[in-house]
């Protein structure tokens, strides 16, 4: 049953009319009361009954001077609200004014930033150059004999300089990304032949670790449309990272797969550590890990699967992670299929 709704008049808008009244001496607080009283007595009754009408009939109000009253409260009350209105707009634009600032201070920090890690980056490269170069003289014998000791100890360095020039190499990439320098060279690629490469050099490194590494590239999947530099260097990143999180005895593997007749999938699943669902976002903000602690049991700038997700969305794709805490993840994206 619908309600019955009461009939809207000019009054209803005014908010304490009856004090009004009072102050412009047409009734006094005595009169106020008895038609307050009188007027909840009619509503008692079941009548929709406003308090101009009460004094109205009771005779301590007449209709010109209850419109005059009316009125002018409507007008009081239209300019509070133009004001009103007025005070929020210039409060909008010094808010606004406010968050335009911010914005472009955020934005001139974050390209301090990228700049620096550009020059720093490439600052520590040189140097780099020189060890790695006096590394190899040394373990080669080209500076003199050394002992089977030492050429270990040589090796062991070499092995940690390459790590370290990885490193370099990605902070270099990030800063050309987030200045948005990035190029591609996007071409017909042999994917299989990509994941064939990326596969053979992550074998030692797992083996190593006790991880099994395995790839499904069937011989019908077509070639893609991708830049082959950038690409290889996703697919090395995201294997590397599900080496690196998957326990001895487990495995990760590498696979291809048609989608339509426009693209293929390609996909690394580990058997590792997982993600929790609550913090999936977190492992693609750049110079984070999850584990956040000094002690933290597995290293990394932080950097990798940030530039992953910027170098697939530069090839127009969008790279897809799925992951359950304790058992592994899927990392996943679709490139375009090109065809003679």
């Excluded at 955020?106 to 020189?130: D, G, Y």
């Excluded at 492992?283 to 049991?297: A, C, K, N, Y």
Aim: glycine share 8%; aromatic share 4%.
């Amino acid at each position: 049953m619908s309600q019955i709704l009461p009939k809207l008049t000019p009054e209803m808008l005014i908010p304490r009319m009856g004090e009004y009244l009072v102050q412009k001496g047409l009734i006094t607080e005595m009169d106020l009361q008895k038609a307050l009283a009188y007027q909840e007595e009619q509503i008692s009754k079941g009548k929709q009954y406003v308090l101009g009408q009460a004094l109205m009939d009771m005779k301590m109000l007449d209709r010109d001077s209850l419109d005059q009253v009316v009125t002018e409260q409507l007008i009081q009350l239209r300019s509070a609200l133009q004001s009103s209105h007025r005070n929020l707009e210039q409060r909008v634009k010094e808010r606004t004014s406010d968050l335009n600032e911010a914005l472009q201070r955020l934005s001139e920090l974050s390209q301090m930033k990228a700049n620096f890690v550009a020059n720093i980056s490439h600052e520590l490269r040189t140097p780099l150059t020189h060890v790695k170069g006096y590394l190899e003289l040394l373990v080669t014998g080209s500076l003199g004999q050394i002992s089977d000791d030492q050429r270990h100890a040589l090796q062991v360095s070499q092995r940690a300089t390459t790590k370290l020039e990885s490193m370099i190499e990605d902070l270099i990439m990030f800063s050309l990304a987030s200045r948005g320098e990035m190029s591609m060279k996007l071409d017909k690629v042999d994917i299989r032949r990509i994941v064939s490469l990326a596969s053979s050099a992550a074998f030692n490194k797992a083996a190593e670790r006790g991880v099994q590494v395995s790839a499904n590239a069937p011989d019908n999947i077509p070639g893609v449309q991708a830049d082959p530099e950038k690409i290889g260097w996703v697919l090395n990143q995201l294997l590397d990272n599900g080496i690196k999180f998957t326990p001895s005895g487990g495995s990760v593997v590498v696979t291809l797969k048609e989608e339509g007749n426009n693209l293929v999938l390609l996909s690394v699943t580990d058997t590792g550590i997982g993600i929790p669902q609550s913090r999936l976002k977190e492992v693609f903000e750049p110079f984070h890990q999850l584990d956040g602690s000094s002690t933290r049991h597995y290293g990394g700038t932080g950097l990798g699967l940030s530039l992953v997700r910027q170098i697939i969305e530069a090839h127009g794709s969008l790279l897809d992670v799925q992951s359950v805490e304790g058992k592994g993840s899927t990392f996943k994206f679709p490139l375009l299929a090109v065809r003679e």
